[in-house]
């Protein structure tokens, strides 16, 4: 098959996309990823990418076409000039470029706009869409506190119901999608199209069992912006700070330097290490030091629907996991039995949860087992492409 993949973000930025599109192509297929130059999620593009250069590059087989697009600044107006200048360069070269694929993939995060070139080249071809629905819109637009009241919510919302209707068939990544894409849109999702994330190639090993060295070390690993709810976790290792308890945060985003600034006044700078970001490759020595792992949401209505692509990396590896985020992350730990899960927001529940976390070693293994049990059974890397692959043999009739 030909498969033409529109999604702004890729590789060397660190999205499940570019695995997703690899593996096609390790499979037999011949992929184009049509995306962005890479800036997220520091807004910086790299000056290999400036003035025209890596427009066109090829790697493990997949042939990768940038569009220009503006980096990502803080606040609602940077964001929108990053948003709205990849959507019209993208749609831009979607129009010009040869239509010979046989299906259109969107691997669709936030903004719903990056499925749009998509959607008008379906509309001008008549090749089967698939939408991958991670963020519902214009649900998330409650992130950046706009009321759905607002005139922009309501343009957003038809906006986006048309992007969902062009498509054949919308695979989610989270079953309390279902629902909410029925109630905004009258939009029926079937069971048979849920398809959870994967955890990368990399993780899908359990780690040796760690030796306690005195030491409970908690690690975050993880885009540190402001709906990640760090707040909380500075604020436990405040409360916390008579324990044996060193905290990791192994990340970069546009909230690090206001956690860096909370530490400090916590005066908790000598509990907190903030490693940065690093690739990859490098991220299992980071797992392998862990104690357990730690995933945080704020409390916001759109983000408790979704399932950080974190959570599976966790349990991928074994590693217990301490959280404070609500929804679909509370049922997975819960079920999974591997770890502890309070609520968004709630520092005292989340310090009481880790102090149980801590007096209790003996079962630290055990949730470990767990987590990957139940990884194993719901989120492998294998599950998601074989569905990913017939689907697709399915709407265009071609191997």
Known sequence: MKI????????????????????????????????????????????????FRN???????????RCFEIGRKPGKIGLAINYVSFTLSCTLKALLM????????SFSTSPVL????????????????????????????????????????????????????????????????????????????????????????IFENALPSKTFDGTYHLVFAGNVGKVQGMDVLMKAAAALKDEPIHWHIVGDGSYLEDCKALARELTVEDRITFHGRKPLEEMLKYYAMADA?????????????????????????????????GGETIYAIETAECGYCTPADD?????????????????????????????????????????LEQLFRALTGKE
């Not at 695995?19 to 990823?33: K, N, P, Q, W, Y």
């Not at 040869?98 to 993939?105: G, P």
């Not at 949860?353 to 987590?371: D, L």
Request: charged share 25%; glycine share 6%.
């Open 4 to 51: 033409l993949e529109v999604n702004q973000h890729y590789w060397p930025e660190n999205f499940r996309i570019t695995e997703i599109c690899e593996t096609l192509a390790e499979r037999g297929h011949d992929v184009t990823a049509l995306v962005g130059l890479p800036n997220y999620p520091t807004g910086v593009v790299p000056k290999e990418y400036k003035w």
């Open 55 to 65: 427009r066109k590059q090829e790697r493990n087989g997949v042939h990768i076409r």
């Open 98 to 105: 040869k239509k010979d694929f046989d299906v259109i993939y």
């Open 114 to 201: 990056m499925s749009l070139p998509g959607a008008i080249l379906k509309r001008i071809t008549g090749k089967p869409l698939v939408i991958y629905v991670l963020d519902l819109w214009p649900h998330c637009l409650a992130i950046m506190n706009i009321p759905a009241e607002s005139r922009f919510y309501k343009f957003m919302g038809k906006v986006s119901k048309w992007i969902y209707e062009q498509a054949d068939v919308l695979l989610y990544s989270s079953k309390r999608f279902q629902k909410k894409m029925l109630d905004a849109h009258g939009i029926q999702m079937p069971d048979e199209h849920y398809l959870p994330q994967f955890a990368d190639d």
């Open 293 to 325: 792992m730690l995933v945080s949401m704020s409390d916001n209505i759109s983000i408790n629907d979704t399932l950080p692509g974190k959570v599976q990396s966790y349990m991928a590896v074994g590693k217990p996991i301490l959280g404070t985020a």
């Open 347 to 387: 520092t005292e529940a989340f310090v009481a949860a880790v102090r149980k976390f801590i007096s209790e070693p003996e079962n630290h293994q055990k949730m470990g087992e767990n987590g990957q049990k139940y990884y194993n059974a719901h989120f492998t890397k294998k599950y998601h492409m074989d569905k």
